[in-house]
């Protein structure tokens, strides 16, 4: 990557609500030349791993809404999570990366994202990395 600012999102909650923001965060940030890593952890890899990162789904506080959202979002055609990280690879510098501990914590083979993510990497390469970021956010 160069010398542009670094943009780190901790991504945790995998519910839909909350991977949205950190894939919009993400492309947009990636669009503004800003060095952006999605950092996987628990929850994230685990949904990753099975498939279901794009699920539209909610805290149970806000299920009431769930039919009137998942409407909205298809008529006014929102991407897909996975559609907006390839976006956001294609239009800047962004890259994903999965916790090694997050990976073996939530019992998820690193084969099951190698092909998803940019690397996998031990906490403390990821903290080292993060070092200096202009901004970092934990979602």
Wanted: proline residues 4%; contains cysteine; hydrophobic residues 50%.
């Amino acid at each position: 990557m160069s010398s542009a600012p670094r943009f780190i999102i901790y991504a945790h909650n995998a519910t839909y609500d909350k991977l949205h923001q950190v894939a919009t965060l993400g492309l947009t940030a990636a669009a503004m030349g800003k060095e952006v890593t999605v950092v996987l952890l628990f929850w994230t890899i685990k949904k990753l791993a099975e498939g279901n990162i794009n699920a539209v789904d909610f805290p149970p506080e806000y299920h009431a809404y769930h039919d009137e959202v998942t409407r909205l979002l298809s008529e006014r055609k929102v991407p897909k999570i996975l559609e907006m990280f390839d976006e956001a690879k294609k239009i800047g510098q962004f890259r994903i990366v999965a916790c090694s501990a997050g990976l073996e914590y939530m019992g998820v083979d690193a084969d099951a994202v190698a092909k998803q993510v940019d690397e996998v990497m031990g906490l403390p390469a990821i903290l080292a990395m993060a070092t200096g970021a202009e901004t970092t956010l934990f979602i």
